[in-house]
């Protein structure tokens, strides 16, 4: 089998009944009645990482969201493996089988999962490789292989490779070592050229929300990605960096007064100096000019009427504005009796607008 062709004939390879489990911190062998292997594979032995966190999330029932842009694992898939052949090729990838037939709901009154049914049809099955794969057993050996770019979703649609599940199922992955045969025949000894491991610690139910709440605190607690949702001492908070544009003050309990401007005082035709780490370059680019900056006791905040002209001033001066277009004298007219409209607009008739004392609207 040649490094072109190994990669279809996958899929036959990969046996659906039951694997023996590993009990311990490391995965032992195949069934027996799946006949011998090569040697190239028989003395593969894989250890899983994290093993007693994969075991802490069991213990309360190991969830996975699905998403429908697909969704990484936590704890991410990570093995340790010995006993490759150093020059051999090997390709490792993953598959998710179901645990039974059998879609769950959570109670969440008793705090645990429980049968709501039959399960769903089955989802199109798929594996996913490692991204490294083929490579030398050397390569595989000499550190940890991690599965963190493997996304679990539920679209059945999905044409980006992620392993479909369906939401309140409960599954188990495999992990399968694979070797990457030269000989022209090889699809003779396909059974022999591979080795599969599960570990019972890593099952779960696949879902679309946590529904177990301590499942969601254990996640947030372990999980590096996960530090905004974790409380802090805000003793430890880092102190946050001054804005860009600030100017150091001169005094700690008069924010508003700025460097240089008692200097100024003193004399107007010295410029005030700016104390900032700010370049010099990049004040006079972005702030307004020195003479802009007034001193405390003409400075005024913006304010409402500031940015509409229209509005009545802080003093309750109003300030006139100019219309766009010429508006009839209302008060003229109305001591005349009335408005008067041109005929055809549509409005309201003279009668509707010229209400005498006492009358009403008809």
């Known amino acids: 089998m040649t490094s072109s062709s190994w990669e279809p004939q996958l899929d036959s390879l990969l046996p659906s009944g039951p ?9 032992m ?45 936590f704890p991410t898939f990570q093995v340790k493996i010995l006993g490759m052949d150093t020059l051999a090729d090997y390709a490792l990838l993953m598959d998710f089988v179901p645990l039974d037939d059998k879609r769950y709901r959570y109670a969440f009154h008793s705090s645990a999962w429980l049968v709501a049914g039959k399960a769903d049809p089955t989802t199109p099955g798929r594996v996913h490789f490692h991204p490294d794969s083929p490579a030398k057993g050397a ?26 599940l369906s939401s309140m199922h409960r599954y188990q992955p495999r992990f399968h070592v694979v070797f990457v045969d030269p000989r022209k025949d090889s699809e003779r000894y396909a059974q022999e050229n591979f080795k599969s491991f599960i570990f019972t610690e890593t099952q779960f139910t696949a879902v679309m929300a946590y529904q177990n709440h301590r499942i969601t605190q254990l996640k947030i607690a372990s999980n590096p990605f996960a530090k905004g949702f974790r409380e802090s001492d805000p003793d430890s908070w880092p102190i946050s960096p001054r804005p860009l544009l ?16 008692t200097e100024q005082e003193k004399d107007p035709n010295k410029a005030p100096a700016f104390t900032s780490r700010t370049p010099v370059r990049l004040h006079h680019q972005l702030l307004a000019p020195p003479e802009a900056l007034l001193a405390p006791a003409t400075y005024r905040p913006l304010t409402y009427q500031g940015l509409y002209p229209g509005a009545s001033s802080p003093l309750r001066i109003p300030r006139a504005r100019p219309t766009p277009y010429p508006l009839p004298n209302i008060q003229a007219d109305r001591d005349q009796g009335g408005l008067r409209f041109p005929a055809g607009l549509g409005l309201l008739s003279p009668t509707a607008v010229r209400l005498g004392p006492g009358q009403d609207p008809q």
């Not at 028989?42 to 998403?67: P, R």
């Not at 600030?246 to 401007?261: D, E, F, H, N, Q």
């Open 29 to 73: 062998a195949e069934p027996t009645e799946q006949g011998p292997k090569n040697p190239c594979v028989s003395g593969v032995t894989v250890q899983l990482e994290m093993k007693a966190l994969w075991e802490e999330f069991n213990q309360l029932g190991t969830e996975m969201i699905v998403t429908k842009a697909g969704r990484r694992m």
């Open 19 to 27: 694997f023996t489990s590993s009990t311990g911190a490391q995965a």
């Open 246 to 261: 600030s100017v150091r003050t001169r005094s700690r309990s008069c924010p508003c007064v700025l460097k240089g401007s």
């Open 139 to 164: 390569q595989w050996m000499r550190q940890i292989v991690s599965f963190d770019k493997l996304k679990l979703t539920n679209n059945l649609l999905d044409d980006n490779g992620h392993i479909i």
